[in-house]
């Protein structure tokens, strides 16, 4: 089984800072990685994943992330933010080796950015 | 552009209703899940189907049941809606791990 934390349920930042939102995740099989955003009143949008190779994702809307194995985590950054990344964060694990895709959800980080 | 459709934006029903929840995808996706979402909980997944007439329980099931008649089509059943089944359901599709899921808009369920 797996289980995802994300360590920072709310972050308020201002426009054009840099931001990471933390991720950290536990399984005992190899996993597969995932971070969606969800605006206001609307379904989740995949913004990046890692399946293998090398550990830096990019993804959409300028966010990266990294894939860290011995520290168990994958921190999602953007070097500077707007108004419209404010949404709802979610980091997601899925177990590499079965066979029915079932994705485990953190409970979210609320990213709001102030002008 | 792929899709996967949920029926009503929003529904209110009474407690004690039999409550269907629909979810189309027109990408020919294998795989078909249902979360439901609650502020503070994230998203907990309540049953999932890996083909037609398949299914298999997630992290949630108690008090729901689902049906996959069609490829296309996933439908969530809520027996007897109670009030603590108030929640934003989401139904999301994948055909294989590369491509990640494809959510639905959500439904917003009140159960009064």
């Known amino acids: 089984a797996q289980s995802v934390t994300q360590l920072d349920s709310q972050v308020p930042v201002f426009e054009e800072a840099p931001v990471e939102l933390r991720c950290n995740y536990s399984?005992?099989?190899?996993?597969?990685l995932f971070w969606y955003v969800q605006y206001p009143n609307q379904g989740l949008q995949l913004l990046l994943k890692?399946?293998?190779?090398?550990?830096l994702v990019k993804g959409i809307n300028g966010f990266e992330a990294e894939f860290n194995k011995s520290q168990t985590s994958f921190h999602l950054r953007k070097p500077s933010v707007h108004i419209s990344d404010t949404a709802e964060y979610f980091c997601?694990?899925?177990?590499?080796?079965?066979?029915?895709?079932?994705?485990?959800f953190g409970k979210g980080t609320l990213l709001t950015v102030n002008p | 552009d792929v899709k996967v459709t949920q029926s009503s934006r929003y529904l209110v029903k009474r407690t004690g209703e039999k409550v269907f929840l629909e979810c189309v995808q027109d990408?020919?996706?294998?795989?078909m899940f249902w979360y439901r979402q609650d502020p503070g909980l994230g998203l907990r997944l309540i049953y999932f189907?890996?083909?037609?007439?398949?299914?298999e329980k997630g992290d949630i099931p108690e008090g729901y049941s689902v049906s996959r008649e069609k490829k296309e089509r996933f439908s969530l059943i809520l027996e007897s809606a109670s009030t603590n089944q108030t929640s934003m359901y989401l139904c999301?599709?994948?055909?294989?791990?590369?491509?990640?899921?494809?959510f639905g808009s959500g439904t917003r369920l009140t159960v009064v």
């Open positions: 997601a694990v899925m177990g590499s080796g079965g066979s029915n895709y079932k994705l485990t």
């Open positions: 399984s005992s099989v190899s996993v597969y």
């Open positions: 890692y399946l293998s190779g090398s550990t």
């Open positions: 990408m020919d996706h294998e795989n």
């Open positions: 189907s890996y083909d037609v007439k398949m299914k």
């Open positions: 999301a599709s994948v055909p294989t791990v590369n491509y990640g899921y494809t």
